[in-house]
């Protein structure tokens, strides 16, 4: 019989230890707050500068290190790869307070074990890291659906002339989601989504969804 799985009666250490870094104090505080709410998550220290953090994790074991991308100084990605060589067995979720395509795609490649917006919930945070604790790998719904179409496989060249916001509806759309499922995977406003295929439609010069997707094929057949 399936039984759920409960993060904290795993067979690793019964508390995941967690290591938090970004250059904003009150980021800091607030992230503390939400991790100290779940008895399974202790917070071994905040830091402020990823310096900082790396000479403190070269001393003091942790399971996960919660970091900022855009720092001052070292920044989130530059600490991951130096966390990477120096202590491998250290779980990272990497935040980032807008959605920024290359520093995800940076951040995965750099074997990243999660990849959350800073306005995420706190639920989710804490999700997060006890995935990463475990092993698993978490990343914002708003980024998956646009990871899963640049990364996981092989991406479509770029057409010219599409923005990134365009082209995340456009994947979605060629694949044969409706307006609605495609807001919510993006977890934007179908209203936004509408924009969008409207101003593609204009853009290829077409006057219906299917006829869209017809011509983004042609196009990506004449780019490759």
């Given amino acids: 019989a399936m039984t759920a799985r409960v993060p904290e009666a795993s067979p690793r250490s019964p508390v995941v230890r967690v290591a938090l870094v970004d250059d904003d ?4 505080t607030a992230l503390r707050s939400y ?3 779940h008895e399974g998550i202790e917070v071994a220290s905040t830091f402020t500068r990823a310096a900082d953090a790396l000479a403190f994790l070269r001393d003091v074991p942790v399971d996960v290190l919660l970091t900022d991308v855009r720092m001052p100084g070292m920044d989130g990605l530059e600490m991951l790869g130096r966390v990477r060589q120096e202590r491998p067995g250290i779980a990272v979720v990497v ?3 807008f959605d ?4 995800m795609l940076t951040a995965l490649s750099a074997s990243a074990n999660g990849f959350l917006l800073k306005d995420s919930a706190p639920e989710e945070i804490i999700r997060a890291v006890l995935a990463a604790a475990d092993g698993g790998t978490t990343i914002s719904p708003a980024t998956a659906s646009r990871l899963v179409a640049h990364h996981m496989r092989p991406a479509p060249p770029p057409l010219p002339g599409v923005t990134a916001a365009e082209q995340a509806v456009l994947d979605l759309l060629c694949e044969g989601y409706s ?3 495609i807001a919510s995977r993006l977890v934007i406003a179908e209203a936004t989504v509408k924009t969008h295929v409207s101003h593609l439609m204009k853009k290829f010069q077409v006057a219906s969804r299917l006829k869209l997707v017809v011509a983004v094929h042609q196009a990506r057949d004449a780019a490759r």
Avoid: I, M, R
């Avoid at 104090?25 to 800091?28: G, I, N, Q, S």
């Fill in 25 to 28: 104090p009150f980021v800091l």
């Fill in 35 to 37: 991790l100290s709410t």
């Fill in 95 to 97: 935040l980032t307070s």
């Fill in 100 to 103: 920024d395509d290359q520093a």
């Fill in 179 to 181: 307006n609605a499922e």
